[in-house]
Structure formats: structure tokens, C-alpha cells
């Protein structure tokens, strides 16, 4: 079964999970967008991924204005 990549722009539509790898070892995981981001803080990884699906959502509003 393929990945299905979100092209929603509603921010609310992507999950952002969070495991504790290890000690100082945290891993955000964002299946809307099959994207891992890791970092030694739980609030680094979920401000880092935050930040990632928001450029992917503004990626997809340029695509639009430019389509």
C-alpha cells in the first residue's frame, strides 16, 4: 500500500507524535507527511516538527497560487 502525502492546509489535520527514545533522545513523528525529526527535548522536537508541517502547508498554498 503506497504512503499517502496530506495536501490539506488546515494545521489541525497533521498529528505530531512524540516518543522518548532514551535518556535526552526524543523523536517527533508526523504521518501526515512521513517526516521523523529527533533532538534531546520533548518541547525541541514538537517545535521543530511544528515548524516543518508549517512550511509544508505554506509550500502547498504557493503550489496553489501558482497552479
Known amino acids: 500500500m503506497a504512503e499517502q502525502i496530506s495536501t490539506s492546509t488546515n494545521p489541525f489535520d497533521y ?3 512524540i516518543r522518548k527514545r532514551g535518556e535526552g ?3 517527533s ?6 517526516q521523523m525529526l529527533t533532538g534531546t527535548e520533548h518541547v525541541e522536537v514538537q517545535k521543530l516538527m511544528e515548524t516543518k508541517v508549517n512550511s ?3 509550500s502547498i498554498k504557493s503550489q496553489e497560487v501558482t497552479n
Open 29 to 34: 513523528y508526523c504521518p501526515q507527511i512521513n
Open 56 to 58: 509544508y502547508i505554506d
Open 15 to 17: 498529528e505530531i507524535l
Open 25 to 27: 533522545q526524543y523523536a
